[in-house]
């Protein structure tokens, strides 16, 4: 069917926000499967027929401009045109201008060069490419991604619909559990990754995509710095929507390399698992990985074993950061300290959160407290309750309940300071009296900070339930149409997990669908509570953040 006519995408459109969002997702969805669906079965000409289809759809290039000036962080930053779109009707004049372009002739403009700082005090540099620039990137994405989504490993999570961290950690659980005898662990990480990646190699591996002279011209565009222009000949730039993706397809092939095997289990819902012939297993998210192997020799081995891999890729492991131990010893991995423990009835695996990423916590907390000195309880509590919920839901499925308790002191610290600072000449009694309370669900602790005019309540980590985390399967991809209600319920059980109990039974109530676009409230965009009107008056309803914006 027109792409125009089902998505509907017509120039005859009075405004942004009467364009059928929910249609135009679908249809992008339906074409994306039938991608994953080809490669799937090794069409390749209808791979290409269907990506072509994709770059030139109207639905894609809405979806896009969507998400590059409503949905993504950078949103409101611009490129070195310092062109921004952030009202309704600049979405569809921008929409209708990229509409006389073909995207396959675009010429990209340079990105704009700028510096955010690392944790180790460095600077990390990052290239902005133009609104127009992100637009196309994101559409060759959508295209691009599914047919990867077949080929990429297993093991790695980084930058992958669908797939997160907690995963990384759940599968690094797996493969070194108490009975497991992989013991040694290769920890990796790349130096400079994005930056020196080699270009000939990612043309290659894109080399059957019809967009991919558009990928070689993005490579090659440059940024500017300071008014000056400089050429880019290895690297893709950070900041770009296209680069993981790109970053994931040149690091891809690392298990082959290093000789891990697969092979088909009959276990129900299992699908596939290491070889037991194969002595390791590795799991990475992005460019930080780790190799898991039952002999100190064969850890030893992989500065070897990698060598070919890097080679081709034109990068090489970090000095600092790359490093061999043994479990007992532990390491850290995406903000989670992994150590195995001698007890009374033998060894056991635990996985907390690492030192590191607590020290990070306390100090954002720190900083909030010093930058909202003087600040109302009512404001204090609006900024602290989503930083409280942001770490412990991320916390809360490896062993944190310690970790829980500690941060809720530290924090309970910080809110006798700053009420003291706030009223200098009242008494302790009189601030006991005006600021805490029970909590409002139950429960007998007094000390709950409340604000006397709003009633809202400082969220307690303690209070946030621990629980563990279910690895997504395989090679499972929300591009794969048979995988239809697995991913609808793991979904919503994902969202249910990551959210409040009212926003939970609102979700219910909504059939975990957008109020205003009907789309998935689990399709990546942020999710807000607003008041709708409706015939029996005002009604409470959940809304992706872009429909009303």
Known sequence: MNTSLRASAHDSHKGWYSIDWNTIQKYVTKLRQRIYRAEQQNQRRRVRKLQRLLLRSKANLLLSIRRVTQQNKGKRTSGVDGYTVSQPNERIKLYREMLKHNVFQHRPKPAKRTFIAKKNGKLRPLGIPT??????????KTALEPQWEVKFEPSSYGFRPKRSTHDAISNIFKKLNTNSKKKWIFEGDFLGCFDHLNH?????QTSMFPGNTLIGRWLKMGYMEQGIFYNTTEGTPQGSLVSPLLANIALDGMEREIGIVYRKTYKPGAGYKIDPK?????VAYADDFVIVTETEEQVQLMYQKLTPYLKKRGIELSDDKTKITHIESGFDFLGFSIRQYKTVQGNKLLIKPSKDSIKKAKYKIQDTFRTMRGRPVQEIIRVLNPIIRGYGQYWKHVVSKKTFSSMDNYIFSKIIKHLKQLHPKKSWKWI???YFRKPYHGGNNKWILTCPLTNIQLLKMSWIKIERHVMVAYKNSP??????????????????????LDRMKLARKQGYRCALCRHTLQNGEKVTVRNLESIRGEVTKLVHVPCIQ
Request: aromatic share 12%; proline share 2%.
């Open 432 to 434: 006991r009296k005006r």
């Open 479 to 500: 591009d794969d149409p048979s995988l239809k209600e697995y991913w609808k319920k793991r979904d919503r059980k994902v969202f249910d997990s990551e959210n409040t």
């Open 131 to 140: 609104i127009r620039d992100r637009v196309y990137q994101n559409v060759v």
């Open 200 to 204: 000939n190699w990612i043309v290659k």
């Open 278 to 282: 194969c002595k390791m297993g590795r």
